[in-house]
């Protein structure tokens, strides 16, 4: 039998074994750009500093520098400036404004009273909820202003506004999924790539056995 008429070569197996290792190369690459700066990611977009807390009945200039989901979030525990505010765990009632100093437009404030998202620090010096919810098309700096409903002007309570903690949480886990994903279809892609090739390889060349023994 002629070897040289074997065809395709043995070396195709090769190949065949190359390309899971290139499934491999891929799902390491995307686990190595997001997964070694999660905890950086985590620790910038669920940042406590990224709050400013206003002081109601009150109001205060913020700057959002991107559009996206922002929160109101109702410290009933909290310290401004070196005094310390404790409030009923129960949201008063509200009214709140944001209002664009550029444009002089004014946001949706949405009620969205959550009870069970909340944050604190560790020594529970500072614990809120959310109360509120606002979604910033256009990046700029804005007036937040809230009140009691029915007007009263004591006592004083804190609000901080800033990211939506929730949603901020949901995007990471989001693209944490995506990453984990894309890894998994390429893994599993390159795996039966590989199989159809080395099946259809194996086929051809016992084909091409036949044909050699026969001639």
Known sequence: MDKQRIRPSGWTYALAALIPVLGCLIAAAAAYRWFPGLPGTLESRMNMDALTQVV?????????????????YYEYRSVVDGTVYASSE???VLACTLTSKT???????APDYVKTNTYSTKDRER????????????PGAY??????????SQPEIVLAVGPNFMW???GIAARSGVTLAAG???LFGSGLVAIV???????KRHRSKQVAVGG
């Open 56 to 72: 109601v009945p009150g109001s205060e200039d913020i700057t959002f520098a991107e559009s996206g989901a922002y929160a109101v």
């Open 90 to 92: 129960t949201p008063p």
């Open 103 to 109: 444009t002089g437009a004014d946001v949706g404030v």
């Open 127 to 138: 614990v809120g909820v959310l109360i509120r919810s606002i979604t910033i098309d256009e």
């Open 143 to 152: 007036t937040f202003a809230c009140r009691y409903a029915d007007g009263r």
């Open 168 to 170: 901020e949480f949901l």
């Open 184 to 186: 998994g279809v390429a």
């Open 197 to 203: 090739i080395a099946v259809v390889v194996a086929v």
